[in-house]
């Protein structure tokens, strides 16, 4: 069996075909791993914006809901709330279509975020952490003091 040097060369194989195709020898281009390779881009970005949602969304939940811990950790939580946020925005700003994806991904973010939180305690059942709040850059919850 022979490999290609996609399989066999990751890095060498993109060197490769981004000389290919600056020279336009669209002949000795791999096609078939090329669209592979930018499908799979278009996945991972939007699958890096889930999990930072989902992440923020845990985070935020804990500094809202969390009340034993909260003295501890809520500032580490505020901390790392402005950092997914931070990268969130980024990702949005390399990607902005993914911005018409953000409803979609909340609604999936949102109940692992809780399931997730829900093992380390209890979460009141009027619970909830809108989306628009989730990335306002000033908001950290009604209850939690900044000072």
């Known amino acids: 069996m022979s ?3 996609y399989e066999t060369d990751h890095h060498q194989w993109i060197k490769e075909t981004v000389n290919q195709l600056r020279e336009r020898n669209f002949d000795r281009v791999d096609w078939d791993n ?7 881009m278009g996945k991972s970005d939007r699958r890096a914006v889930l999990s930072l949602l989902t992440r923020l969304l845990e985070h935020l939940l804990k500094l809202c809901y969390w009340e034993v811990e909260k003295e501890y950790s809520g500032n580490h939580w505020a901390a790392e709330i402005v950092n997914f946020r931070a990268q969130i925005q980024d990702r949005l700003e390399d990607s902005p279509s993914l911005k018409n994806e953000l409803e979609g991904m909340y609604a999936k973010a949102y109940p692992v975020a809780v399931k997730s939180v829900s093992k380390l305690f209890a979460i009141p059942q ?7 709040k989730a990335l306002d850059e000033d908001w950290f919850g ?4 900044q000072s």
């Open 3 to 5: 490999f290609t040097r």
């Open 34 to 40: 090329l669209i592979e390779e930018l499908e799979s």
């Open 126 to 132: 009027n619970a909830h952490i809108s989306l628009k």
């Open 142 to 145: 009604e209850i939690y003091n």
